[in-house]
């Protein structure tokens, strides 16, 4: 699909099996703006049971899930939604937060960016007047993307969900990546969202869809995120043929994500052993592994490129880290190619160094 031999760059980088596009083709459909799609509704109902919610929507994408949300949500422009400083709709969305969903980011320094009640508790209860811009959402990320695929303890989610709605502060997952928390710890998806006014799953991420998210809630909630996804040329037609992809990933490769996250760890301990390589396994808890190059004249953007020209592609998310995600696509000889190349990497530059000293 891609240039590139080894591509660990994202877990949306995933070539769609022969078997999930003959599910796709073979896929009843209807008009979903109509809610006359039948592989459609069959996705919503199986996503509303998983997640434990009364209603859900099909949407072309995780980031329309957020900028919906948010919508819905927020009422007046200039409402603070709290999140965390790292958080997916922040950086990485073409400034959503205020160019779609007209709030304000209130940015939260949390630790690979999971943060606590304590750290939001003086803005959420900060006293209101006519001048103030009002905290209207709490967003979190399960797991956290550029935190490094950090699951939320489900302690910390109540807590944080708890004071959000002693104020009536909404609150919405972001679950781009909530079925690696699930496997991982064994947590059910529906305990995850119990505490959710909203959340949503992403199919195109760990579960390799080609295209497709579902956001759920209450009744009520769904009824106007249809009004936004309208607006936002969300409405779709003969959409069963995604559904389908979505489901056969829902079946056929939920199961595989355990295998995904021994593979990272196991790509991590690897990493541990190269000289300048900082990394802490602990922290690679799922697919999402974020380590730090260690060396004076060698940054982060160096050894991406030097992997880039081996065929492996990798991000530099500054000059000092680096992310790679595990995903469908990853075999566990992908993960010793990858050793052996970063092995190669590390060997030039020692000598590089050796020269210099
Ligand atoms: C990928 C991702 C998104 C956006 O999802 P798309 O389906 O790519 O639009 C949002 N949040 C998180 C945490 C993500 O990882």
Redesign the pocket.
Known sequence: MTKFKIDLF?D?NTNPSLEMRRAMCEAEVGNEVAGEDPTVNKLLEIVCELLGKEAAVFLP??????GIAYRVLCQRPGDLIILDET???LI??SGLISGLAQAQPCCIAGRRGIFTAKQIESIISAPQGFNTARPRVVSI?QT??FGGGAIWPLKTIEEVCNLAHQYNVYTHM?G??LLNAVVETGISAADYSQPFDSVWI?F??SLGAPIG?VLAGSQSFIEEAWYYKFQQGGGLHQAGILAAGCLYGLQHHYQRLPEMHAYAKQLAKLLSEVPFIKIDLDEVETNIIIFEIKHPQFSANHFEQALREKGIRVLALDHIRIRIMIHLDISLSDIHEVFSAICEISETQLKIKAVND
């Open positions: 994202s949306t994408s995780g980031t329309m899930c957020n958080a997916h709709p990485k969305c990320e956290t993307n972001d781009a990546h992403d195109s991420k998210a």
